[in-house]
């Protein structure tokens, strides 16, 4: 099975600035997909991005951006400008193309957006 | 609107007394899957169904049953719980098949917190 690692339990970042979530995975796949999920309090799981993992160019949507990294299996989310409605849990995914398009997820990392 | 729907929200319950937490889409997902979320451990797989009457375990299935008899319902089935059981469980879906369908993403329930004393 992939292997999902977010190193950062817990992250901060200051309201309007730029804060980096990593995630790193293992597989021996050359081909699969990557997706962050941001969890609220609210305990609803929400989509923030995906990338596929033959393009090279990295997925942007509004503030949030993604530096996707193959040869060293690296995937973190940038978030610009960051606001309060941005705190939240969010986990790292890696979907496989092989054993049962399977999904993989990380620990999490708790987002906190200090004013 | 597409969705996924997974009852009941909340469920305080006794140790043994069987229970199920239904889930349901209505997206013609062929995959959906059920994860329980603990403190740390993330998101981790129960079982998952690529088809009707196709499903498989995932990393922690002791203890839980589920059937797939439609492609839109997804039960999942505690036979005898146990405090250990003690999570948030989520109910997903997604498409599945070649091509661009594999950027599909989990679609997910609202989550069911599950206490067994």
């Known amino acids: 099975a992939q292997t999902v690692t977010q190193s950062q339990p817990e992250m901060s970042v200051q309201e309007a600035e730029t804060v980096t979530l990593s995630c790193t995975y293992d597989t021996s796949e050359s081909d699969y997909y990557l997706f962050w999920y941001k969890q609220p309090p609210s305990r609803q799981m929400i989509l923030v991005i995906r990338?596929?993992?033959?393009?090279?160019q990295n997925a942007t949507e509004n503030r949030f951006s993604v530096n996707f990294q193959k040869a060293a299996k690296s995937f973190s989310l940038k978030i610009s400008d960051s606001q309060l409605g941005d705190a939240a849990m969010y986990f790292c995914a890696y979907r496989s193309l092989n054993t049962g398009n399977q999904f993989y997820f990380g620990t999490g990392t708790s987002l906190t957006v200090i004013p | 609107e597409a969705q996924v729907t997974q009852n009941p929200r909340y469920l305080i319950t006794v140790t043994g007394k069987k229970l199920t937490v239904t889930c349901s889409q209505n997206m013609n997902h062929e995959y959906m899957s059920w994860y329980r979320q603990d403190p740390g451990l993330g998101l981790r797989q129960i079982y998952y169904s690529m088809n009707v009457e196709v499903t498989d375990k995932g990393d922690v299935p002791e203890g839980y049953k589920v059937s797939r008899k439609e492609k839109r319902n997804f039960p999942l089935i505690l036979e005898s719980p146990s405090p250990n059981q003690t999570s948030l469980y989520f109910c997903?879906?997604?498409?599945?098949?070649?091509?661009?369908?594999?950027?599909?993403?989990?679609?997910f329930g609202n989550g069911t917190r599950l206490t067994v004393t």
């Open positions: 997903a879906s997604s498409l599945m098949g070649a091509g661009a369908s594999y950027n599909s993403p989990l679609h």
């Open positions: 990338q596929e993992a033959y393009k090279q």
